[in-house]
């Protein structure tokens, strides 16, 4: 286990575009308000993006916390550590697979977390080589597939689940995002990418659906903003469901550690 981290939570996807990070940093920023403490890492070496969501601006980098370590950077009252911290963002990460995992192994395990309840894993989006790897090298609790209810989005969260399956890491839930568009002028609701694939992965996989979450502009634009729904709108609907699925999280995670410890592999 990485010293002071009670618990890691992976939240993947099958493919990009789904709104995994998003729903990452809600989910984080959500656990914070139920009261836990929580860091997150952004494990997409070659497209971080948690910086600008959580509006920590362009150039600003971590301190040495000693020798072979640093300090995270906070925001919103969680702990955060990307590659975008390190880096010049508009440069592209131009590394094979190998460099990557180190990279990556780098943030996690050279970052000074302090004592944390939850640490939350923003995993890059696919299921190849990198994505294995990164699975293998971290003690996970638990995992979180984030999905729309389009077909072809949960054909690739089934190899998403499948994956963790392989190495032996518990699933804890569905996250279904995008259910329904919620026009901004009228209210008018429309399951524009289908309806039910969230549950029916949920149920065919013996796991559970976490939460059904909106597509809204204001989720986007708070995110692109730098203040995450569950910040920008504390008691709103949308903040309301991040919270319940922080909570379903929770009860996963805790049931996992009734039936045995946490797994580590690639000892």
């Known amino acids: 286990m990485i010293e002071g981290v009670k618990h890691i939570v992976a939240v993947a996807s099958g493919k990009g575009g789904v709104g995994k990070s998003t729903v990452t940093a809600n989910l984080a920023l959500a656990m914070a ?4 403490r929580v860091g997150l890492l952004d ?34 009252g969680i702990k955060a550590m990307s590659m975008a911290f390190m880096v010049d963002i508009t440069e592209p990460m131009v590394w094979r697979g190998p460099m990557v995992a180190g990279a990556f192994q780098q943030l996690l395990n ?56 392989k190495v032996n890491v518990p699933v804890l839930g569905v996250v279904e995002n995008m259910s329904l568009h919620v026009c901004s002028n009228c209210g008018h609701q ?29 989720i986007r634009e708070q995110a692109d903003g730098g203040k995450p729904t569950v910040v920008a709108e504390p008691e709103g609907e949308v903040t309301a469901i991040f919270r319940s699925i922080a909570r379903s999280v929770v009860k996963g995670v805790e049931s996992q550690s009734e039936e045995g410890p946490s797994i580590s592999f690639g000892d």
Do not use: C
Not at 47 to 71: C, D, H, T, W, Y
């Open 33 to 36: 308000a139920e009261g836990y």
């Open 43 to 76: 494990a997409d070496i070659y497209g971080p993006s948690q910086a600008q969501m959580l509006g920590i601006g362009q150039g600003v980098r971590p301190q040495a916390a000693g020798e072979n370590s640093f300090k995270p950077l906070e925001a919103h």
């Open 110 to 165: 050279q970052t000074d977390w302090g004592e944390l309840d939850y640490l939350f894993i923003d995993m890059p989006p696919g299921t190849g080589d990198i994505q294995l790897t990164l699975a293998q090298k971290v003690p996970v609790s638990g995992a979180v597939i984030v999905t729309t209810p389009q077909d072809i989005a949960l054909l690739d969260a089934r190899k998403g689940i499948e994956m963790f399956r």
């Open 190 to 218: 429309e399951p524009i990418f289908g309806e039910g694939g969230g549950e029916h992965i949920a149920e065919q996989y013996g796991t559970s659906l976490l939460g059904q979450l909106p597509l809204e502009l204001a």
